[in-house]
């Protein structure tokens, strides 16, 4: 995996970055630069910015002085935020509360990304979704299913950190089995321990199809990018009720526990 910037429309760009793991295993990661309704750029997620990536990103954006936002999505998601924040010092910096526990001297915007009241700030061009029935911020710092799904309405786009995955198998195996929508592997020690959660859950990924129906694309960290115009099957929509199917026997095991 190499840095590189996507272009998934006239106003919707995907960041493909890198992550290892310990310094060996790249298991990559990702940011979203999006153009607003009123001309200015939003950056979905942090990440520092290189070379011909970021001279791409600053020739779009006016050197930078045109991102108004920069919107932290996933509360483990923390490398590149202090380094976002010093390149793109000019953008409003909104994070969740752990965001925010973590950093608390930089210029956070008093609205959590994870609240009502931010995602209305954006509502003329994004949408916000927070999963239901699972812990948003985990007492365990090494299950990170929860993020703040956004959807960019205008490129039917939905940008999505760990809880929606499309994983694409590599070399010879990738020809064995299809890419595949599918929820994070950390669902089951995720789904809140109460009667309820289950339900709670379902719920949300039925109605999460069902609003963002429309969508064409789909971009995913630690996995690949799923292009409408690369799709000749099932719609992002019907993949997302596949992956809650599919997730059914752990969903099923949690409730007889829990109700």
Not at 179 to 204: I, Q, Y
Request: glycine residues 6%.
């Amino acid at each position: 995996m190499s840095e590189q910037i996507l272009k998934i429309s006239d106003d919707f760009w995907s960041i493909r970055g890198d992550f290892k793991i310990a310094g060996i295993v790249n298991i990559g990661t990702h940011a979203s630069l999006l153009r607003r309704g009123n001309g200015k750029f939003v950056l979905l997620d942090a990440y520092t910015l290189r070379d011909e990536v970021k001279a791409e990103v600053d020739a779009l954006t006016n050197n930078g002085d045109d991102i108004e936002a920069i919107i932290n999505l996933h509360p483990f998601h923390t490398v590149h935020v202090t380094k976002a924040q010093e390149q793109y010092p000019k953008a409003r910096l909104y994070g969740t509360r752990r965001h925010v526990e973590q950093f608390p001297d930089l210029p956070w915007q008093s609205q959590r990304t994870e609240s009502d009241a931010f995602a209305e700030l954006f509502a003329d061009d994004l949408a916000f979704s927070v999963p239901a029935g699972v812990d948003f911020i985990s007492s365990n710092e090494h299950l990170h299913f929860s993020s703040v799904l956004a959807y960019h309405k205008a490129s039917r786009t939905i940008h999505s950190d760990d809880t929606l995955m499309y994983l694409q198998l590599p070399g010879l195996l990738g020809k064995l089995k299809q890419p595949e929508v599918t929820f994070h592997m950390t669902l089951a020690k995720t789904l809140e321990k109460r009667p309820g959660a289950v339900a709670d859950f379902r719920a949300w990924a039925m109605a999460l199809a069902e609003q963002w129906g429309d969508a064409e694309n789909l971009c995913a960290a630690h996995s690949s990018v799923l292009l409408g115009s690369d799709n000749s099957g099932v719609s992002i929509a019907g993949r997302i009720l596949a992956a809650l199917q599919k997730a059914e026997k752990t969903l099923q095991r949690h409730e007889k526990k829990f109700g």
